[in-house]
């Protein structure tokens, strides 16, 4: 029986047209055993190789026009931005030619989605603004953000890049949407839940943080808390499971918390349960501590009065 082993080394991690292994002499015979399979017509991949989006991406480019490009959450799990849902659940392609149907592709012919591209792990991928702006028509509104946040992190995007391809988008039913978004992004957020606990206390009514704001201890180190309320002394801190399940990250939070608290701030803290399952109630508690907090201007005021006190005293004592 045929083998895999028939098949040169060169082909055997990657998929193949059947044309590119017939010039290296490989028969069709060769190609049609069971170590083989076949995602498109005319393509091949050895069958052990392990499924994957690069690996379908690579044989959906070997079937498609040239000018192809993947877009919408296939561009982004490329690029490596979070998107909801599967990427088992099909791949996504812009083309401006006649596409054949190939089974698990989605080709979609947008005469408006004309940027250019550029090379991601030798495939072809629409430039991150209109990458971003593809996403646009399919997410909501959190999920967009999600996206925006995690590509300016990346170095990928910005709010000043991404304002003439929304201009673009004039007259489209989702670009109040892209526009809600361009808004809401920022840069420097670590994970996907960090944006979405943000845009919770955004919604809440509740004053507008800084995200990653220095803020420095007494032992005269800058930390960088994920949110920061200066005006009310107040950090908020999203803990994800590995500060529990990572000693030394949850010994290293522990010194975090104990300096900020040192110096005069109160640190919140929350996880994906609080976020997801029980954002009412997050909210209602941060509400809280920040009611309670004194603001800025008032802790001058009475470190003033104190300074004032102490004078008096001081003066008091000497004359007496």
């Known amino acids: 029986m045929p083998t895999a082993h028939d098949v040169p080394p060169e082909l055997l991690e990657r998929p193949f047209t059947v044309a590119e292994a017939a010039a290296l002499g490989v028969s069709r015979q060769v190609l049609r055993g069971r170590r083989f399979r076949a995602p498109h017509r005319g393509v091949r991949v050895v069958a052990d190789l392990p499924d994957s989006l690069l690996l379908r991406c690579r044989a959906a480019a070997l079937a498609l026009p040239p000018d192809a490009a993947f877009s919408h959450h296939t561009g982004a799990r490329l690029r490596g931005w979070?998107?909801?849902?599967?990427?088992?659940?099909?791949?996504?392609?812009?083309?401006?030619?006649?596409?054949?149907?190939?089974?698990?592709?989605?080709?979609?012919?947008?005469?408006?989605?004309?940027?250019?591209?550029?090379?991601?792990?030798?495939?072809?991928?629409?430039?991150?603004?209109?990458?971003?702006?593809?996403?646009?028509?399919?997410?909501?509104?959190?999920?967009?953000?999600?996206?925006?946040?995690?590509?300016?992190?990346?170095?990928?995007?910005?709010?000043?890049?991404?304002?003439?391809?929304?201009?673009?988008?004039?007259?489209?039913?989702?670009?109040?949407?892209?526009?809600?978004?361009?808004?809401?992004?920022?840069?420097?957020?670590?994970?996907?839940?960090?944006?979405?606990?943000?845009?919770?206390?955004?919604?809440?009514?509740?004053?507008?943080?800084?995200?990653?704001?220095?803020?420095?201890?007494?032992?005269?180190?800058?930390?960088?808390?994920?949110?920061?309320?200066?005006?009310?002394?107040?950090?908020?801190?999203?803990?994800?499971?590995?500060?529990?399940?990572d000693r030394s990250q949850w010994q290293h939070d522990l010194w975090r918390y104990a300096a900020l608290e040192a110096a005069g701030w109160t640190v919140v803290r929350f996880t994906a349960d609080d976020v997801l399952r029980h954002p009412q109630r997050a909210v209602s508690h941060l509400r809280g501590v920040l009611a309670r907090r004194p603001s800025h201007a008032e802790m001058r005021a009475v470190v003033a009065q104190t300074d004032v006190w102490s004078t008096t005293t001081r003066i008091s004592a000497t004359e007496g």
């Open 82 to 245: 979070p998107v909801p849902g599967r990427w088992s659940d099909g791949v996504d392609v812009v083309s401006h030619r006649r596409a054949p149907q190939l089974e698990g592709i989605r080709v979609e012919h947008s005469p408006w989605l004309h940027g250019d591209v550029q090379l991601v792990e030798g495939l072809r991928v629409l430039v991150p603004a209109w990458l971003w702006l593809s996403l646009a028509e399919r997410l909501p509104l959190d999920d967009l953000v999600v996206a925006a946040d995690a590509a300016w992190r990346l170095g990928d995007l910005s709010r000043e890049g991404l304002r003439p391809p929304v201009g673009v988008a004039v007259g489209r039913r989702w670009v109040t949407r892209a526009r809600q978004a361009l808004d809401l992004m920022e840069p420097g957020v670590d994970s996907p839940m960090e944006t979405r606990l943000r845009l919770l206390v955004l919604r809440s009514g509740l004053p507008r943080p800084t995200v990653h704001a220095p803020v420095t201890v007494l032992s005269g180190q800058v930390l960088h808390p994920d949110l920061v309320f200066e005006r009310h002394l107040t950090v908020v801190e999203y803990e994800g499971d590995h500060h529990r399940t």
